[in-house]
């Protein structure tokens, strides 16, 4: 089955230690999208690829960063994670940037110790 | 500034009742809307979809109204189910150009058996 694939589905850190969440697609799709949730908050689009192109939001901290290897993958680097850096983080493709739905992977639980 | 808002965070339906789901948003621009549904460790899953230029969609059991004068859109589902219990996320895209999408917060279906 085509699908977005998240990997760690649990993450646990140390203040300040780098880390890196990783996202692939089967679907072939054009843009990938990472998100951030915090409980019983909306999805925050942090940025997006479309294709090569990165997409930062404007107000997406500089500690995140991101690299799209190939169309397959997408890594969300966080450089020093600081406790309100704990989230759910999401992976998202669509097939382009038109009216059509982002399919989204399970998710990285990231805990900042 | 949140531009996609779901005021109740919880309802209680019984099964075969009707369930439904409010958003309001803010910004007049907004051409598309989507409703997504989360289980537990899970990521969204697609649920339906509605352009600006329709006032209504449906899929099954599934609904979704569109009013844009009062910028509310809902969604009803039909009859209940059980397997229906879940968070559902109502998102709408905020530009053409990047297919941004701006979600609300949620709101928690428990359809009682």
């Known amino acids: 089955d085509a699908m977005v694939i998240q990997n760690p589905r649990y993450q646990v850190t140390q203040f300040g230690k780098p880390v890196t969440l990783s996202c692939s697609q089967t679907l072939n799709h054009n843009v990938m999208y990472w998100y951030q949730q915090k409980s019983s908050q909306a999805p925050k689009l942090l940025f997006h690829y479309y294709d090569k192109d990165f997409n930062n939001e404007a107000d997406t901290p500089d500690n995140f960063q991101s690299r799209r290897p190939n169309t397959s993958f997408c890594f969300l680097d966080i450089r020093s994670p600081g406790l309100g850096d704990a989230a759910m983080y999401l992976c998202?493709?669509?097939?382009?940037?038109?009216?059509?739905?982002?399919?989204f992977g399970p998710g990285t639980r990231l805990t900042v110790l | 500034d949140q531009q996609v808002k779901q005021n109740s965070p919880s309802l209680s339906v019984q099964e075969g009742r009707i369930s439904i789901l409010n958003c309001d948003y803010t910004?007049?621009?907004?051409?598309?809307f989507l409703w997504y549904k989360k289980y537990p460790a899970e990521g969204p899953t697609f649920l339906i979809s509605?352009?600006?230029?329709?006032d209504k969609n449906e899929d099954g059991r599934f609904t979704v109204f569109l009013n844009k004068s009062a910028k509310h859109l809902s969604l009803h589902i039909v009859p209940s189910q059980p397997g229906d219990s879940a968070v559902y996320f109502c998102a709408a895209r905020a530009s053409s150009n990047t297919g941004k999408l701006i979600f609300g917060q949620g709101t928690t279906l428990q359809v009682k058996p």
């Open positions: 910004n007049s621009m907004f051409d598309y």
């Open positions: 998202a493709t669509s097939r382009d940037k038109g009216p059509n739905e982002q399919f």
């Open positions: 509605i352009s600006s230029i329709k």
